[in-house]
């Protein structure tokens, strides 16, 4: 009976066995320390005795964009595990990053001597050579954890650690390294030459940052725009989901792509990616402006002030995920009172890729996007893959940049929080007048709420010089002081009314999903409004959702089998994979179709078992492939 195994299946997922040393997923396991008891006696607890240094070359992932390997020399002394850049570094007191290893979840790959620790705030994923290098560090990582924790235990009130808890993960970071087998007085020199310079660099920012700040909150919010007769509220308030075990789901599945982990209705949002790719057309009217721009350099700021505007739809987003698209799932929103229309379409399975194109008289946006979701112990790092295009009709532009990391900090804590940090590089494929480059700075742990979500962006033209700078907050706004008239370039539009009960939506978010009568008749049932569990979801029937969720899936899979079976690929609707990127082939297919209500003329479908309604013809998703190509 499918409830019975639903039943089982949410059960097993709020149970969650902490006695194990380590779970063993794949080739990932999470280590655990060993418990010792250590007695106190006297007047002075026992002290254990502090591990030896560890320290040489390893291998580490680059912050940006997340791909290849670096080599970098680690110290581990007393708890703190210390990089530099090079051994010499070490004597110049350039420390690159540092964290207390006791705070931090460690998982490693025995297969391929891969060691993670993810302390919330700071993640590394370090990789040995050897696997004698590799077991050296593991016992020793062990070994300075138990002393760590052991030490905390003993610290009484009013007493401060010797060591600080997690120093800065950046290169500006000024803390010394050990110096008992080196010379102490050219560490120290080294030491302070770097700190003035970074403290100087940190003046600068912070000066910028707070008259950024200050000239966005003196600008008056974005003007509401009238009323167009959509929906302002979902039809149910987002559910608790505080009864899922999301430990036991999250920890199953370190270290890989959660993209293939099925996960429960009630940790979904009523939106699925391919409809969080519309999303970032919320603010397309910089797009208009942008087009409407004769120069080449103040049209680069309103460019990357759109690239920046995409990101903000994530500031209240951090509880719950959007739905992944099954294969040849599609969704369109043709918006007349923005002038866009969009098609959006999930082209590929494994690996997951999600493409779109839109178009206006003013420009035209497409992408493909693959997003790799892997969690390492505190933190979810959420990684795209993919370059997004806009093109602009009335100068010829086409310009085309990347994305940067999300990352879901403190994701199993009521503290969790959400950031973007990486370069962007937002280049002109047709003429190389400019290009800019906007930074999204990774919060310091210490930092303050109001030094989190920082920008900072600059547009250079042939030479390298800088022609415009700007700054602000991702969820705040951009603004921008060296244009002739400076001002703030973006706001984002208030959040409706009891935002909060309803997923952190926009307004633009909440009219992703409704479906009138007079547009129902005009969709493929492929589109994503069709799609019964995400409706169900957004209606609060959470239960019905879930157990709609686990067929549709299963249907996916039997699906993907009898292609296979036959030899067969799945062939995307409207776009095709010309040399790496999924190209839209829309040309007049789409509305074509649409117009002529083809979509109706699709009458073959197979139905769920039991299934009526929206269920009965969401799977007929293949034959609405092979029936209109």
């Not at 110290?75 to 990053?97: P, S, T």
């Not at 460690?106 to 302390?119: C, E, P």
């Not at 080449?296 to 719950?320: E, L, W």
Request: some cysteine; aromatic content about 10%; charged content about 25%.
């Amino acid at each position: 009976d499918v409830r019975q195994k639903k039943t089982l299946k949410r059960n097993s997922w709020s149970v969650f066995s902490c006695s194990c040393s380590a779970q063993v997923i794949k080739d990932w396991e999470v280590v655990e320390d060993v418990q010792v008891e250590i007695h106190s006696g006297g007047e002075h607890p026992l002290e254990m005795t502090t591990p030896g240094i560890c320290e040489g070359y390893l291998l580490k992932r680059r912050k940006w964009p997340l791909k290849g390997w670096h080599k970098r020399y680690f110290i581990l002394e007393a708890g703190i595990l210390r990089y530099c850049k090079n051994q010499q570094d070490v004597f110049r007191g350039r420390v690159q990053g540092s964290l207390d290893v006791s705070l931090a979840v460690m998982s490693i790959n025995k297969k391929s001597n891969r060691i993670d620790l993810d302390a919330g705030d700071i993640l590394y994923h370090m990789k040995a050579k050897s696997h004698e290098l590799f077991y050296i560090w593991v016992t020793k990582l062990q070994a300075h954890r138990l002393f760590k924790k052991n030490e905390a235990a003993h610290v009484q009130s009013g007493f401060l650690l010797s060591f600080p808890a997690v120093i800065s993960d950046s290169a500006g970071a000024s803390g010394v390294l050990p110096s008992q087998s080196h010379d102490s007085d050219s560490c120290v020199q080294g030491t302070n030459i770097h700190s003035c310079k970074n403290i100087c660099m940190q003046i600068r920012c912070s000066q910028n940052r707070r008259k950024y700040r200050a000239s966005i909150s003196k600008t008056p919010n974005s003007v509401v725009p009238k009323s167009t007769g959509r929906r302002t509220k979902l039809p149910a308030h987002c559910p608790d989901n505080s009864h899922v075990g999301l430990m036991a789901i999250l920890y199953n599945n370190i270290g890989k792509d959660l993209a293939r982990v099925s996960m429960p209705a009630a940790l979904n949002e009523p939106v699925n990616l391919l409809q969080r790719l519309c999303e970032e057309l919320e603010y397309s009217d910089l797009l208009d402006t942008a087009n409407n721009t004769p120069d080449p350099y103040q049209r680069m700021v309103y460019i990357a002030a759109f690239a920046i505007s995409g990101y903000s739809t994530a500031t209240f987003r951090n509880r719950y995920k959007p739905f992944n698209p099954v294969l040849g799932e599609t969704f369109e929103c043709i918006r007349e009172d923005r002038g866009f229309r969009l098609i959006s379409e999930q082209v590929c399975h494994h690996p997951p890729i999600s493409a779109c194109h839109a178009d206006s008289d003013n420009f035209s946006f497409w992408q493909d996007q693959r997003w790799k979701n892997k969690f390492w112990g505190k933190s979810l790092e959420i990684v795209p893959t993919g370059m997004v295009n806009v093109t602009l009709p009335r100068y010829g532009d086409h310009y085309e940049w990347n994305k940067v990391v999300t990352c879901i900090h403190n994701v199993l804590s009521q503290q969790r929080y959400l950031e973007h940090y990486g370069e962007v590089t937002i280049q002109n494929l047709k003429n190389s007048v400019c290009t800019c480059k906007i930074t999204f700075v990774k919060s310091r742990y210490w930092g303050s709420d109001t030094n989190k979500n920082e920008v900072q962006g600059t547009v250079l033209d042939q030479s390298g010089s800088v022609i415009h700078r700007f700054g602000g907050l991702w969820h705040e706004g951009i603004f921008c002081d060296t244009l002739p008239t400076p001002k703030c370039i973006w706001k984002p539009n208030p959040q409706p009314k009891d935002y909060l009960l309803y997923y952190g939506f926009s307004t633009f978010a909440m009219e992703l999903n409704e479906l009138t009568p007079d547009l129902k008749p005009l969709l493929p049932p492929t589109d994503s409004r069709l799609r019964p569990d995400q409706r169900m979801l957004e209606e609060g029937k959470v239960d019905e959702a879930d157990i709609k969720k686990d067929e549709i899936e299963e249907y996916q899979r039997e699906r993907r089998k009898e292609l296979t079976k036959k030899g067969e690929d799945h062939v995307p609707r409207f776009f095709k994979n010309r040399y790496k990127p999924f190209n839209p082939v829309l040309g007049e297919t789409f509305e074509c179709i649409r117009e002529d209500r083809g979509f109706r003329l699709i009458s073959e479908q197979v139905s769920y078992p039991g299934g009526s309604g929206l269920g009965s013809f969401w799977f007929s998703m293949y034959n609405f492939c092979r029936i209109v190509t």
